[in-house]
Nanobody, 131 residues
Framework: QVRLVESGGGLVHAGGSLRLSCAAS????????IGWFRQAPGKEREGVSC????????YSKNSVKGRFTISRDNVKNTIYLQMNSLKPEDTAVYYC????????????????????????WGQGTQVTVSS
């Protein structure tokens, strides 16, 4: 069974940085995508960034480009989200999720990540950015 465990959330001031980690276990294929989603209070969950574990292809939503960087360590089966220049509007619970079914292709062609293409989810980690 796939298990995803996020860590690295916390409280920072605007302009600060955090690095989130997503440790994956129980993955049975090297062809999968890992995505980071976030959900702020009263708002819908939105896709932030996604990476292919197989070839390293990435996708990020426009509002985080240049500030957030997604990367992978296939030896450790860990995906990272480096978040710089954080803004109060980045405050949310951040979730990592795994897709065996081509979520990256959808993100690249449609310009948006679909949560329905992800099969497994972590428990989430809170990121709070104070102004």
């Amino acid at each position: 069974q796939v298990r995803l465990v996020e860590s690295g959330g916390g409280l920072v001031h605007a302009g600060g940085s955090l690095r989130l980690s997503c440790a994956a276990s129980g993955v049975t294929s090297d062809d999968y995508d890992i995505g980071w989603f976030r959900q702020a209070p009263g708002k819908e969950r939105e896709g932030v960034s996604c990476i292919s574990a197989k070839d390293g292809t990435t996708y990020s939503k426009n509002s985080v480009k240049g500030r957030f960087t997604i990367s992978r360590d296939n030896v450790k089966n860990t995906i990272y989200l480096q978040m710089n220049s954080l803004k109060p509007e980045d405050t949310a619970v951040y979730y990592c999720a795994l897709s065996y079914g081509g979520a990256m292709t959808t993100a690249q062609t449609m310009g948006v990540m679909s949560q329905f293409e992800f099969d497994y989810w972590g428990q989430g980690t809170q990121v709070t950015v104070s102004s």
